[in-house]
């Protein structure tokens, strides 16, 4: 239990005056509205981006990965780019929900539910391509520890592909109960609220008959915490294990073992850089700006520059250290990082990652709404460059000059990139239309120690 | 205010004195000739310590694969004549005995500086999150942090007797050695003894402009109006966490990875990083429990106990995290010029590497998971003392390979310079503790902490 004390020099993380009821009019209300032509003219882009996206999944798997623009020396690019680059984003919503939880950061009530939203849809896009990058993707299920007919034939665990596998499952399926558990109370709001007799019915469903007594409460509050002590160990140990992939191998400018605490940096990085991203968006159009306030996105901006100094510093260390390992194949792998034929998507990445966080440094710039929106754009475009620079420039120049080579995309690793965007866009959409996109009953929790009423009448209240 | 008492610092002194005593047993008892190594080892043998050892002296083949005598060419080319092979592994065993006490004095000096700096970083976070929990202990932690100058002074002064060939802790300070290693050559560019001692002054210079900053700030804080000194000190400590994100990195690999010169990983930085601040908070539980006890924090409660011992427990994970991501990546590719250093210490250091797990991981995972027990004060302490000596452990892993090899022992020299440098980290600690109110009085967040209930 949190003290009833909180400082005056805590600014309140809700504005305008809400009481309990506000808060659950203004959270129902995208709910119980009806669609305005904006969202289903962003719905149909999305669901066209998805189509196309399906399409091109289709001509893979029915032609062959040879449609992609892999060759023998560059066997993962946007495949593995993209499905790094999505668990990444996937990590933030993880983060906000449990480690914030676990630090007690009260801000973060305002935000959780849509950044599990945006974990959840974003571990599903991940998710396709581990199967759709197999050359039979038919025969995944063997990845699966099953006994079965070949005199029980089972899978080599040493492989980091493997644990991936384990890795992904899990976290997407503690992800989805950590959410769901999260959204009871709401759903049970929005179905005391519901007129209509098939919203009723769904909610209702969706609720599980969450009637919030008082030992419900205790033992919901005992779950969320035992979850996000799971939780957080888990998002540090799936993207480690993604950074495995590469950091268990040979191959110079992947073996390193910075990988793991530097990939879950990034991850977080760019996964706050998405949610900044959305939610910039949503409190403009659920109207949110009472509980998504500027304070908000301050502190999301704060986290993205200190990660991306993290970033910043690993990256400078494993230049540091390819220098002085003075293992010529590591140093080379940088030059060519830096020099060789992809020098525009290190530098790229170099500017986006690193350079562009470190202007939050100036209030003026991380309390601008506007600049936030461009700079974690910014940040998603040098995250996915990240990837593919450390992917493809360690792989066209390794240890033999003879089979170096290049890499360039066709429309079918575009058009599959594009798909999943689309189809994130698709769920989000979607859920932001029927989901209660604010954790009300957290909300309610922290409205009389950080509401601005009630901030106001302490200070009244004084001398 | 606080008063040292006299049992304490006359404790501090005992150990100091015993201390002293244990590592002058040391220098006095190292050899000064390869035939005087030879006798030791032998007649250690022969009194039935030390299996490995014997093993290893009469296995010379077995010496081409010690890392060690790459790191020693002029052994290596005896290595081409039979004959010569004896004498040069004398040589060699010779320079690890001289080492014995130079690194026995140099883990102590770095564990203990290593805590105020965990410390150090700990409070810049408590400032820059703007914690509401902690202000109650930030003068424990200052005063945990006024070790610094001492213990920075300390370490300054190994640097500067290791630049003049006083040990040989740090191969390639050694310019026959570097005139014929070709790997070491092209590191010289940063690895060189006039660069290293202008970074090791760099950064203890910073980290203790920092703290006397910061301390003076958060002083001026309790007497002042209004919160000017409360926002700039929130400012240093923010800029200070970007400075020591840096330095703490190069100093891991000035300081310690420097010491296995042919090796590197780049994870190493923030693998000592990790070490630093779970020693660091365990201290901060331990000193806060202590004043407790004697009555001193009286408005520290149960809650900021738990609070600590969270983060210990916390901590502990991430170190195991990020020693094994170092070891399973370094074991999985097993490429040849990085393993060589997990293969000296699974050989050589087998109880040391794996123990320091057990007592760095599984007991604290153990004992730390139950909320209740986070509030028991004396369980604290206890877990408290194996994660500080598991973390002792992990610095002697580190420095101990690439020092003295298979001649280690925890024996007299080891326990003096712990029991010395803990003698006057208790002494400075406690001194500076006396000397300001232990609770801050005008910090905008000591309310909330004083109020704090978990």
């Known amino acids: 239990?949190?003290?009833?004390?909180?400082?005056?020099?805590?600014?309140?993380?809700?504005?305008?005056?809400?009481?309990?009821?506000?808060?659950?009019?203004?959270?129902?209300?995208?709910?119980?509205?009806?669609?305005?032509?904006?969202?289903?003219?962003?719905?149909?882009?999305?669901?066209?981006?998805?189509?196309?996206?399906?399409?091109?999944?289709?001509?893979?798997?029915?032609?062959?990965?040879?449609?992609?623009?892999?060759?023998?020396?560059?066997?993962?690019?946007?495949?593995?780019?993209?499905?790094?680059?999505?668990?990444?984003?996937?990590?933030?919503?993880?983060?906000?929900?449990?480690?914030?939880?676990?630090?007690?950061?009260?801000?973060r009530m305002a935000i959780n539910r849509s950044a599990e939203a945006m974990t959840i849809f974003s571990v599903i896009q991940a998710g396709l391509f581990p199967i759709i990058h197999m050359g039979r993707p038919w025969l995944a299920y063997w990845v699966v520890p099953i006994p079965n007919q070949f005199g029980s034939l089972w899978v080599n665990f040493n492989s980091p592909l493997l644990w991936d596998v384990f890795a992904i499952s899990t976290y997407l399926s503690v992800s989805l109960v950590f959410w769901w558990t999260g959204l009871l109370p709401d759903f049970a709001m929005i179905r005391d609220r519901a007129v209509k007799p098939f919203q009723k019915k769904i909610y209702s469903l969706v609720s599980f008959g969450w009637t919030g007594r008082a030992k419900d409460w205790q033992r919901f509050e005992e779950v969320s915490l035992v979850l996000a002590g799971l939780a957080t160990p888990l998002v540090l140990s799936v993207h480690t294990i993604v950074s495995f992939d590469f950091a268990t191998s040979v191959i110079p400018g992947w073996?390193?073992?910075?990988?793991?605490?530097?990939?879950?940096?990034?991850?977080?990085?760019?996964?706050?850089?998405?949610?900044?991203?959305?939610?910039?968006?949503?409190?403009?159009?659920?109207?949110?700006?009472?509980?998504?306030t500027v304070q908000h996105i301050e502190l999301m901006n704060i986290i993205i520059m200190v990660t991306g100094s993290i970033v910043g510093c690993a990256y400078i260390t494993e230049l540091f250290i390819a220098w002085y390992s003075g293992v010529e194949y590591e140093q080379y792998a940088f030059l060519n990082r830096a020099t060789g034929p992809y020098w525009w998507a290190y530098l790229l990445m170099m500017s986006c990652n690193v350079v562009s966080p470190q202007v939050?440094?100036?209030?003026?710039?991380?309390?601008?709404?506007?600049?936030?929106?461009?700079?974690?754009?910014?940040?998603?475009?040098?995250?996915?460059?990240?990837?593919?620079v450390i992917i493809v420039t360690s792989l066209h120049r390794d240890y033999l000059p003879s089979s170096w080579t290049m890499f360039s995309p066709t429309f079918v690793d575009i058009g599959i990139f594009i798909g999943?965007?689309?189809?994130?866009?698709?769920?989000?959409?979607?859920?932001?239309?029927?989901?209660?996109?604010?954790?009300?009953?957290?909300?309610?929790s922290i409205l009389k120690s950080s509401g601005s009423k009630y901030k106001k009448l302490r200070d009244a209240s004084k001398p | 205010m606080y008063t040292f008492s006299n049992r304490l610092k006359i404790g501090a002194i005992v150990l100091m004195a015993l201390g002293i005593l244990g590592m002058g047993v040391g220098f006095v008892s190292v050899p000064s000739t390869p035939e005087e190594a030879r006798a030791m080892v032998t007649a250690h043998d022969d009194d039935g310590h030390g299996g490995t050892h014997a093993e290893e002296s009469e296995h010379p083949a077995a010496a081409g694969e010690h890392p060690d005598a790459a790191e020693h060419p002029a052994e290596e080319a005896g290595h081409a004549a039979e004959s010569e092979h004896g004498a040069s592994h004398d040589e060699h065993l010779m320079h690890q005995l001289q080492n014995r006490p130079w690194s026995a004095l140099y883990v102590a000096a770095f564990f203990f500086f290593m805590i105020s700096l965990g410390v150090l970083a700990f409070y810049a976070i408590q400032r820059a999150s703007q914690a509401g929990w902690s202000p109650l202990l930030f003068r424990v932690m200052e005063g945990?942090?006024?070790?610094?100058?001492?213990?920075?002074?300390?370490?300054f002064v190994i640097f500067i007797l290791s630049v003049m060939h006083f040990n040989h802790l740090f191969l390639w300070m050694d310019p026959e050695v570097v005139a014929e290693d070709k790997l070491i050559q092209g590191?010289?560019?940063?690895?060189?003894?006039?660069?290293?001692?202008?970074?090791?002054?760099?950064?203890?210079?910073?980290?203790?402009?920092?703290?006397?900053?910061?301390?003076?700030?958060?002083?001026?804080?309790?007497?002042?109006?209004d919160n000017k000194n409360f926002v700039k000190n929130f400012r240093w400590s923010a800029g200070f966490l970007v400075f020591y994100l840096v330095t703490e990195s190069m100093m891991s690999w000035d300081w310690i990875m420097s010491i296995d010169p042919h090796w590197f990983s780049t994870l190493f930085g923030w693998y000592v990083f990790a070490s630093m601040m779970v020693s660091g908070i365990t201290v901060i539980a331990m000193v806060t429990i202590y004043l407790k006890s004697k009555g001193y924090l009286p408005d520290v409660n149960d809650s900021h106990i738990h609070d600590l011992a969270k983060f210990m427990f916390g901590f502990s994970i991430f170190w195991t995290y990020l020693w094994f991501s170092q070891f399973m990546l370094i074991w999985y590719a097993n490429i040849p010029e990085e393993v060589t250093?997990?293969?000296?210490?699974?050989?050589?250091?087998?109880?040391?590497?794996?123990g320091m797990v057990a007592m760095n991981f599984v007991f604290p995972l153990l004992v730390l998971m139950n909320s209740d027990y986070k509030r028991v004060n004396w369980f604290v302490i206890m877990a408290g003392i194996v994660i500080l000596a598991g973390h002792y452990i992990d610095v002697f892993n580190?420095?101990?390979?690439?020092?003295?090899?298979?001649?280690?022992?925890?024996?007299?020299?080891?326990?003096?310079?712990?029991?010395?440098?803990?003698?006057?980290?208790?002494?400075?600690v406690f001194r500076s503790l006396t000397k300001v109110p232990l609770q801050p009085k005008r910090n905008p967040f000591i309310e909330e902490s004083r109020h704090f209930h978990y």
């Not at chain 1, 119980?32 to 189509?51: D, K, M, P, Y």
């Open chain 1, 360 to 388: 939050m440094w100036f209030k003026k710039i991380r309390t601008s709404i506007v600049i936030s929106f461009v700079i974690s754009i910014v940040v998603n475009i040098g995250m996915w460059f990240e990837r593919f």
């Open chain 2, 398 to 428: 580190m420095v101990m390979p690439g020092t003295v090899g298979d001649q280690w022992f925890i024996g007299i020299p080891e326990l003096g310079a712990v029991c010395f440098f803990a003698g006057i980290f208790i002494l400075w």
């Open chain 1, 1 to 107: 239990m949190a003290s009833h004390y909180e400082a005056p020099i805590r600014k309140p993380l809700v504005i305008g005056d809400k009481d309990y009821h506000d808060v659950s009019v203004d959270i129902a209300a995208p709910i119980e509205g009806r669609a305005n032509r904006q969202w289903w003219i962003v719905f149909s882009i999305a669901l066209a981006a998805l189509l196309w996206g399906i399409g091109a999944i289709i001509y893979t798997i029915s032609t062959g990965i040879g449609t992609w623009g892999l060759n023998k020396t560059v066997n993962w690019a946007w495949d593995i780019t993209n499905f790094v680059w999505w668990v990444g984003i996937g990590h933030a919503g993880t983060l906000i929900s449990a480690v914030l939880l676990l630090f007690r950061q009260k801000w």
């Open chain 1, 420 to 444: 999943t965007i689309g189809f994130f866009f698709v769920l989000f959409l979607l859920y932001a239309r029927t989901f209660p996109v604010i954790a009300q009953a957290e909300v309610k």
């Open chain 2, 341 to 354: 250093y997990f293969v000296t210490r699974i050989e050589d250091y087998k109880l040391p590497f794996f």
């Open chain 1, 255 to 292: 073996h390193t073992t910075i990988f793991p605490p530097y990939f879950v940096a990034g991850a977080i990085f760019s996964g706050f850089a998405m949610v900044q991203t959305l939610l910039i968006i949503m409190r403009k159009v659920s109207n949110l700006e009472a509980y998504i």
């Open chain 2, 187 to 225: 590191k010289a560019g940063y690895l060189n003894p006039t660069f290293f001692l202008i970074r090791a002054a760099v950064f203890l210079g910073g980290w203790i402009l920092y703290r006397e900053v910061s301390r003076r700030l958060s002083l001026a804080q309790d007497e002042a109006e």
């Open chain 2, 144 to 155: 945990i942090t006024s070790y610094l100058v001492p213990g920075g002074i300390v370490i």
